[in-house]
C-alpha cells in the first residue's frame, strides 16, 4: 500500500472522492498523535463539510475516534445499560428527572454529560449548583454506583481518555467554521456515547430556535446519521425529534433547573418537562427489554428516591438548600392578549449573559443566575403582569439580557390558544 500523507488525504476529499478505510484510520490516528497539523485537519473538516461522507466513511471515522481512546465496557453489570442523549436546547433540564426515573425503572443510566458553552446550558453545571455534588467519578466507582440497585444512575464527566480525537477536532471545529456538517456532528456525538459503554441510546433532537438544527429536514438528516451509527455499532438507538422553538419548562439556569426537575420528581412541574420525561423514559425503558410504565415509578415516589440516592453517592446533599442570586429584575407584558411566541434562543442568550454559562471552556458559571418564565406560548396575559423574573449576581448584565431579550415575546390580542407539538417525530 502507498505511504499515506495528509496532502493527498485532503485532495481526495476536496475533489470529491471517498476516503478509503485506511485514509480514515491513519488521518484520525496521526491527529491525535500530532502527526497530522491542526492546520491539515482544519482543511479536512472544510472539506468534508462541502463534500459530505458516504454512511461507511461517517462509520469508520466514528470507529477511528472511539479507538483515539479507551471504551467503556458495562456488560458485566446486572442491569440493562440505556442513555439518552440530546443535542442541546434551553431550559432541557430533562436528564435530571430522567436517569433517576429510568434507573428506578429497574435499569443502569451511564450518563457521560458535558458542560455548556454558549447559550444552551450544561447538565454537569445544573447538578454543580446542589451543594458538594461532584461531576468527577472514578470508573470503579461508576460501575459500584450502576450495579447498586439503589441508585442506578450516574452523571459525570467524561474522562479525558473518552474518544480524545473528538475532544481535539471539536476544538478546531469551533474556530473554523466547520461544526455545522452532519456526519462530522454525527460521528462526534455518537463517537462518545458508543465509547461510553452503553447497549441502548435514546437520541432527543432537538430542532427550532433555540437548536443546533434549525430545520425538521435538517434534524431528521442529523438523526437518521446517528441512528445508523448506533446500529452499526452494535448500541440500539432511537431517536425523537422534539421541538425547541420555546425553552422548556418554566426556567432556564442553573439551580433554577434543578428546583424545577425536583417539582417534576414530587409529582408536578410543567406539563411539558413531564410529557418529555415520560416519553423519552418510556422509550429508555423499552430498549432495554424492561416491561414497567415510568409514569407509575414518577408517581409512587421510586424515582425521587433514586434521584436523592444519586446526588448522594457523588457528594450531594439532597435536602442543602440551592443558592439563590443577589439580585432580580422583572420583565412585564405590555399589552393584553394570549402570548403566542416566548423564543428560546433570545431566552438561552439572555440566560448566559445573566452568568449561567460560559463563553470560554473553563470559566465559572453562578449558579443562581437565570430566568422565570411566568408564562408561556398559548397562555393569556394581563398588560403590566410579569412575564420573566431575571436572576444574577451581577447586576450590570440585566441591559444586555434585557436587550437580548428585546424580540422575545410576542403577544396578540385575539388569537386563541393554539399548543404547538412538543414531540414532532420518531426515527428508528
Ligand atoms: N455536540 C457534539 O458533541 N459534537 C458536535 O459536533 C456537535 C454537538
Redesign the pocket.
Known amino acids: 500500500m502507498a505511504a499515506l500523507d495528509a496532502v493527498s488525504v485532503i485532495t481526495g476529499k476536496r475533489d470529491g472522492g471517498e476516503l478509503s478505510d485506511a485514509q480514515i484510520d491513519w488521518v484520525v490516528d496521526g491527529f491525535t498523535r500530532g502527526i497530522v497539523a491542526d492546520e491539515q485537519m482544519s482543511a479536512l473538516a472544510m472539506a468534508i463539510l462541502w463534500r459530505g461522507m458516504t454512511r461507511r466513511e461517517t462509520a469508520r471515522w466514528t470507529a477511528a475516534m472511539i479507538a483515539s481512546g479507551s471504551r467503556l465496557d458495562f456488560t458485566d453489570l446486572p442491569r440493562p445499560t440505556v442513555d439518552k442523549h440530546s443535542?442541546?436546547g434551553v431550559g432541557d433540564k430533562i436528564t435530571l428527572p430522567l436517569a433517576p426515573l429510568v434507573a428506578a425503572c429497574g435499569a443502569a443510566v451511564p450518563q457521560l454529560s458535558g458542560r455548556g458553552l454558549g447559550h444552551t446550558g450544561g447538565t454537569l453545571d445544573k447538578l454543580e449548583s446542589i451543594p458538594g455534588w461532584r461531576a468527577d467519578v472514578s470508573v470503579a466507582r461508576m460501575r459500584e454506583i450502576l450495579a447498586d440497585p439503589a441508585i442506578g444512575a450516574v452523571v459525570c464527566a467524561a474522562g479525558a481518555d473518552l474518544a480524545p480525537a473528538?475532544k481535539r477536532l471539536?476544538a478546531l471545529?469551533d474556530v473554523t467554521g466547520t461544526?455545522e456538517s452532519i456526519p462530522?456532528?454525527a460521528s462526534?456525538?455518537m463517537s462518545?456515547k458508543i465509547a461510553e459503554g452503553t447497549a441502548a441510546l435514546v437520541l432527543d433532537v432537538k430542532v427550532g430556535s433555540g437548536a443546533?438544527m434549525k430545520t425538521v429536514d435538517g434534524a431528521r438528516d442529523l438523526a437518521t446519521a446517528m441512528v445508523e451509527l448506533g446500529r452499526d455499532a452494535g448500541v440500539k438507538t432511537v431517536a425523537l425529534l422534539t421541538a425547541m422553538d420555546t425553552p422548556l419548562g418554566r426556567t432556564a439556569g442553573n439551580a433554577l433547573e434543578v428546583a424545577e426537575s425536583i417539582e417534576v420528581l414530587a409529582g408536578g412541574g410543567p406539563a411539558d418537562v413531564v410529557e418529555l420525561t415520560l416519553t423519552l423514559a418510556r422509550e429508555m425503558v423499552a430498549q432495554a427489554g424492561l416491561n414497567i410504565d415510568p409514569a407509575d415509578v414518577l408517581a409512587d415516589g421510586r424515582a425521587m428516591d433514586h434521584w436523592r440516592a444519586m446526588i448522594q453517592a457523588q457528594g450531594g446533599d439532597p435536602d442543602a438548600p440551592l443558592p439563590t442570586a443577589r439580585h432580580t429584575e422583572i420583565l412585564r407584558a405590555e399589552s393584553t392578549g394570549i402570548l403566542t411566541r416566548l423564543d428560546a434562543m433570545s431566552v438561552g442568550l439572555a440566560t448566559w449573559h445573566l452568568g449561567a454559562g460560559r463563553t470560554r471552556q473553563g470559566e465559572n458559571v453562578q449558579a443562581g443566575a437565570g430566568i422565570e418564565m411566568h408564562a408561556k406560548p398559548g397562555d393569556p396575559v394581563q398588560a403590566g403582569q410579569p412575564l420573566l423574573t431575571l436572576h444574577t449576581d451581577t447586576p450590570e448584565a440585566f441591559p444586555t439580557a434585557l436587550t437580548a431579550l428585546e424580540d422575545a415575546l410576542t403577544i396578540n390580542p385575539t388569537t386563541e390558544p393554539n399548543p404547538a407539538a412538543l414531540i414532532l417525530a420518531r426515527i428508528d
Open positions: 443535542t442541546g473528538d471539536y471545529r461544526v462530522l456532528i462526534s456525538i462518545k443546533f
